[in-house]
């Protein structure tokens, strides 16, 4: 009698090996694919590491950015999407270096005039209600405060002040077509539209959806731009003592 042979069985078992193989190789670039899309035009995560919008926004905190809001990067047909609105708050390439991402609050539209008095903002003539703002240097800065001064260039980027020389009517400076201005809600310490210009429409990433996270890690003392030590520092810090300086009451909290 012939010995039986295993053969067969054994292809049959490489076989099935190299199609759970090649099964999961599949799924797992469909995961990576969806990951990508998802961070590329959906929502994708940013840190807040300047106090120019507390209190809106803190030092620390982790945001999701809802990328289709405004219909910037998906067909408008497929996606539901609305224009960009007066206090809304926006994500967008820092002009002057759009390596760098600014979150700000919208305070003039396309074809707006814009003037601040006395730190108060006017709108067209109409003074805007702002119970989202802080001022929490309380000095009086004329430049900052009684926005435009065309008289005053102080420390401000110079296209931008050439450019506004040619924007400005009866003290107000008129918002461009396709162009928005922009301010902190902490209006004595914010790096904004008065001083380095308007946000192109192309530049707009999204508008902040969640707080996922909040840190109190160093506060103030923490470097607006670390270095890679002070980075793998935090980092550590953080590790260790993820429950002490997590801010459960601002985690997961819609912003607004």
């Not at 959906?42 to 990328?67: C, H, R, W």
Request: one cysteine or more; hydrophobic letters at 40%.
């Amino acid at each position: 009698m012939d010995e039986p042979t295993t053969a067969p069985v054994a292809a049959k078992h490489e076989t099935g090996a190299n199609a759970e193989w090649l099964s999961s190789a599949q799924s797992l670039l469909v995961t990576i694919v969806i990951a990508v899309y998802v961070i590329t035009f959906v929502i994708q995560a940013f840190q807040i590491p300047t106090p120019s919008m507390e209190n809106t926004l803190l030092v620390g905190d982790y945001l999701l950015v809802d990328k289709l809001h405004y219909g910037g990067r998906f067909g408008a047909p497929i996606v539901p999407y609305r224009v960009i609105q007066h206090g809304d708050i926006i994500v967008f390439h820092y002009p002057v270096n759009p390596e760098q991402h600014f979150v700000k609050r919208v305070i003039g539209l396309p074809g707006d005039r814009v003037r601040l008095i006395n730190k108060h903002v006017y709108v067209n003539g109409v003074a805007v209600s702002e119970p989202y703002t802080v001022y929490k240097i309380g000095d009086h800065n004329v430049f900052r405060d009684e926005f435009p001064r065309l008289n005053l260039p102080y420390g401000i980027e110079a296209s931008w002040w050439l450019q506004m020389q040619k924007l400005v009517e009866d003290g107000q400076l008129i918002v461009p077509s396709g162009h928005y201005f922009v301010m902190g809600d902490n209006r004595d310490d914010s790096s904004d539209s008065r001083y380095w210009g308007f946000v192109p429409q192309e530049n707009i990433i999204g508008r902040p959806l969640i707080i996922y996270w909040s840190l109190n890690c160093f506060g103030e003392d923490m470097p607006r731009s670390p270095s890679a030590s002070d980075k793998i520092f935090h980092f550590i810090y953080g590790a260790l003592h993820i429950f002490q300086i997590t801010r459960w009451d601002r985690t997961l909290r819609v912003v607004r």
